[in-house]
């Protein structure tokens, strides 16, 4: 937002002149470096198109299903997506009403030959099914068969499915780290003393006016574990 420190140009006047290599998203401007490294964020709008085309291929394509009725490809799955988003962020936004599940990208899937649908995004399912989401559109992925990418996550030595599908163990989000990925997946599990869902407590939450700090009065174990919720 700064006015640049070697010429002087504002932002707006950055963003009207910079200009992108052609097959490439980087940005350039060629006669100040220093306002060059300050619009390195920026993408290019083609890239924003692509993406937006990409998303009506999919919705072209899209079945309606019950998450309930996929199955996870996997055993186990972290605690944060790859982005380092906590999976309980992205719950607490769906109870609460911020965000629909059809803001999320679209679900993939690939079938087997008894006619089964398998998940290819196991966190995002796995939030899908704790919020109570009863139907969402999925995006078909072919063949199990033909799918290598099912056929790695399915069969995966690492962390393949031996559950036949039906669970998804969550574990600490290693790209956190620390305490961040502990309380990334506290945040996931039931509490110790109510056995309350993570949900329920995302529903059951308040507020004190004038504060951000979330409370549950009838269970101190629960409020600890939404301290890190902020009023939406």
């Not at 990409?54 to 490809?73: E, G, M, Y």
Request: glycine share 6%.
């Amino acid at each position: 937002m700064m006015p640049c420190s070697e010429c002087s140009r504002t932002a707006a006047t950055r963003f009207g002149l910079l200009k992108f290599i052609k097959g490439s998203k980087k940005t350039i401007l060629d006669d100040c470096e220093t306002c060059e490294r300050l619009v390195n964020w920026c993408n290019s709008v083609s890239g924003c198109k692509a993406k937006c085309a990409t998303r009506k291929r999919a919705l072209a394509s899209a079945i309606r299903v019950n998450p309930a009725d996929v199955h996870f490809t996997q055993d186990a799955g972290f605690s944060t997506f790859s982005d380092k988003r906590w999976l309980a962020q992205t719950m607490y936004e769906i109870v609460r009403k911020k965000i629909e599940p059809r803001d999320l990208p679209l679900l993939r899937v690939c079938r087997t030959s008894d006619g089964r649908l398998w998940s290819l995004d196991n966190r995002r399912l796995y939030v899908l099914r704790e919020c109570g989401v009863r139907s969402i559109l999925v995006e078909p992925a072919g063949d199990a068969s033909a799918c290598l990418e099912f056929g790695t996550k399915r069969h995966g030595s690492q962390n393949g499915s031996t559950s036949d599908g039906r669970v998804l163990v969550i574990k600490e989000g290693l790209q956190c780290g620390g305490k961040k990925g502990k309380a990334s997946l506290a945040a996931m599990m039931p509490c110790s003393k109510c056995s309350r869902t993570a949900a329920t407590r995302f529903r059951l939450l308040k507020f004190v006016k004038g504060s951000k700090k979330a409370i549950l009065d009838d269970c101190e174990t629960c409020e600890r574990l939404v301290n890190w919720c902020k009023k939406l």
